[in-house]
């Protein structure tokens, strides 16, 4: 049994797997709360070892008929069931069970961000699930359901000299202090040789969106991995991007967007309340086509 430690996290594996644990350490390693995680036990077996078992008398609570993504709990356990990958997660364990190696990266990788936010939101009031950008003293975070255009705004963003901070998770502490899950930024393929293929990006690996189903590439871009220093309410504006990204969405829309990738820390309902608000007031709806005018305004 090979065994690798990442942090307090403990990764065995009956093979090898020294190749993705060193990506996965340039890519996650600089998330602090990966320290301070309990210990967590992530056992990595074949597929074929894997019975059903794992899912009698549990109850189905998700399912894509496209994709044939499954997930399964009860009290104990979580079920994440794919073609290729199955993962069962407990309180201080999980189990990863792969047919084809390439898909065993983004399921690890999956795995620890989830870790890492589970720590991170234990510390914190709240995190927005955003793309939070830089350039000067202008600051902006970028809000939009999973597939909306956050990872290509702030890419188009990149090549127009702001800094990425995160494209995927901020967290804001008591002192209203922003910190960001640091990872490479994932785009498919498509969009990669759509709008990007005169830009020079290093592709890292292939992976696929559990979610989704779709291929993406991990891009090695400069995130800048470091405490943010800044405060939420430097903020200077949060445009957030709908779902459809061909017309015009009812205003309305906006603030269920907002909320919907608000995730609530340690708040009681009050300061949930005010710190939704505050917040809010600072929303704008753009269209991803759009995105574009608000990074040039800024030259």
Request: charged share 30%; hydrophobic share 35%.
């Given at each position: ?127 927005i699930h955003a793309a939070l950008l830089r350039k000067g003293d202008d600051i902006i975070l970028i809000v939009g359901n ?154």
């Open positions: 049994m090979n065994e690798y430690e990442f942090g307090k996290i403990i990764i065995k594996s009956l093979q090898n797997i020294t190749e993705e644990m060193v990506l996965l350490h340039k890519e996650l390693g600089s998330n602090q709360e990966l320290n301070r995680c309990k210990r967590h036990v992530i056992y990595i077996e074949n597929l074929e070892r894997c019975f059903e078992r794992y899912i009698v008398g549990m109850q189905r609570v998700y399912h894509n008929p496209v994709t044939g993504h499954e997930i399964w709990r009860d009290k104990e356990k979580t079920v994440d069931i794919t073609s290729n990958i199955i993962s069962v997660t407990r309180s201080f364990s999980s189990e990863i069970y792969y047919r084809d190696r390439e898909e065993l990266y983004g399921c690890l990788r999956g795995k620890l961000c989830e870790l890492i936010r589970k720590e991170a939101l234990a510390t914190s009031l709240y995190a999973k597939g909306s255009g956050k990872t290509s705004s702030a890419l188009r963003a990149y090549f127009r000299h702001w800094d990425i901070l995160t494209d995927e998770l901020i967290f804001v502490d008591r002192d209203k202090q922003i910190s960001a899950l640091k990872r490479y930024p994932a785009l498919s393929g498509k969009v990669l040789e759509r709008y990007f293929s005169n830009y020079p990006i290093e592709r890292v690996r292939t992976i696929r969106s559990a979610i989704t189903g779709e291929q993406k590439e991990l891009l090695k871009l400069p995130i800048l991995y470091e405490k943010t220093g800044i405060n939420v309410n430097c903020i200077s504006s949060i445009y957030i991007l709908p779902n459809n990204r061909n017309c015009f969405i009812e205003e309305r829309f906006k603030r269920k967007i907002f909320l919907n990738n608000f995730i609530p820390g340690n708040l009681d309902d009050t300061l949930l309340y005010q710190n939704c608000s505050s917040l809010y007031e600072k929303c704008k709806m753009i269209l991803l086509q759009d995105a574009e005018t608000v990074f040039s305004d800024s030259e």
